[in-house]
């Protein structure tokens, strides 16, 4: 799932010495994750729905990415439309989480869905 692309920001940010703050290793041939990669890696592992702002906020705190909210949003649209997120809601009413239609304008939480859940296990 790490291959290099260019037309997406990466998450490993580079410091004033050159290097990466990530503990990644300074080399040209290890390559960066998109964040496609680093949503789909976040939601996998907190298993529960969220809402862009909060995988936003999510990965401010516990990754050193350099890419912007709107970045997040793009990652989750595409990878929601190529079936690797689901959007659900949560009923307060009877204390359930469904499944949205793809199509609905609600306001949505994302899961990762079993063909994200076996993207992530190749």
Avoid: W
Avoid at 36 to 52: A, I, M, R, S
Avoid at 58 to 71: E, M
């Amino acid at each position: 799932m790490c291959e290099e692309r260019t037309q997406e920001p990466s998450c490993n940010k580079p410091d004033n010495s050159g290097g990466h703050n990530s503990g990644v290793a300074d080399r040209e041939d290890v390559p960066q994750k998109t964040a496609k990669e680093v949503v789909l890696e976040f939601l996998g592992e907190h298993d529960y729905p969220h809402q862009p702002k909060d995988i936003y906020g999510g990965l401010i705190y516990s990754r050193d990415i350099t890419f912007s909210y709107r970045s997040v949003q793009v990652a989750v649209s595409d990878l929601h439309e190529n079936g690797y997120l689901k959007k659900v809601e949560i009923d307060t009413d009877e204390g359930v989480v469904r499944d949205l239609p793809s199509n609905s304008s609600k306001r949505a939480r994302y899961v990762v869905s079993e063909s994200g859940r076996r993207e992530l296990s190749e």
